[in-house]
C-alpha cells in the first residue's frame, strides 16, 4: 500500500499519524491532493479527508460552506467518495451521537454593563441536533461518510479505512 498526504496538511498535526505510517512499513508521499487529505494509490477512488473534532467541522459547514462543498460536489465530479474521519472521542462514536454534542462556542462569559459581574450568556452557535442534521443532508446529497476516531487511533484508522475496512 501507498499513500498519499495532501501536502497542505500540517507536518506537526499529523506527525503522529506519519509515525504510525511508518510503524506499519506503509509507503507514503506528500503532494497535493485534488479532494480529500489521505489517499490509497490501490484504490484512488476514496479518500479520507480528516477533521481534528466537531468544532472545525462545525465551522466547515459554517463559515467555510461554499469552499466546503465545493470539495464534495468536485469529488463527485471526478467520482471520488469522501469518507470524513472527525477525531473527537469523548463519546462520540457515530454519526447518531452528534445529536448531544454541546458546542463549547454556545456559550460565552461577559461583564454585565451595570452590575461589573462575569456572567454566562447563550450564543447562536450551532447545536449538535443542526450539524447532525446538516450531516445526513450531506450523506445524502453528496454520498459522503462520517467516521470518528480518538486522535491517537487517527492513523490506524486511515490505514484500515484506505485498506477497505470501513466499518
Not at 12 to 17: D, G, L, N, Q, V
Request: charged content about 30%; proline content about 2%.
Amino acid at each position: 500500500m501507498t499513500l498519499q498526504i495532501d501536502s497542505r496538511e500540517k507536518a506537526r498535526a499529523i506527525k503522529s499519524i506519519v509515525e504510525e505510517f511508518n510503524r506499519q512499513n506503509i509507503k507514503h508521499f506528500v503532494s497535493k491532493l485534488p479532494v480529500g487529505d489521505y489517499m490509497n494509490y490501490d484504490n484512488p477512488r476514496i479518500v479520507v479527508d480528516r477533521k481534528q473534532n466537531l468544532t472545525e467541522l462545525c465551522s466547515n459547514v459554517c463559515q467555510d460552506h461554499e469552499r466546503f462543498r465545493n470539495e464534495m460536489v468536485r469529488a463527485n465530479d471526478i467520482d471520488v467518495h469522501i469518507i470524513f474521519l472527525i477525531e473527537h472521542g469523548h463519546d462520540i462514536n457515530c454519526k447518531e451521537d452528534v445529536i448531544w454534542w454541546v458546542n463549547p462556542r454556545s456559550e460565552k462569559r461577559v461583564q454585565d454593563r451595570t452590575t461589573g459581574k462575569w456572567k454566562i450568556v447563550q450564543t447562536n452557535a450551532m447545536s449538535g441536533e443542526t450539524l447532525y442534521k446538516i450531516m445526513c443532508t450531506m450523506e445524502r446529497k453528496y454520498g459522503v461518510e462520517f467516521i470518528f476516531c480518538d486522535k491517537e487511533d487517527t492513523g490506524k484508522r486511515i490505514i484500515e479505512i484506505l485498506n477497505g475496512d470501513v466499518s
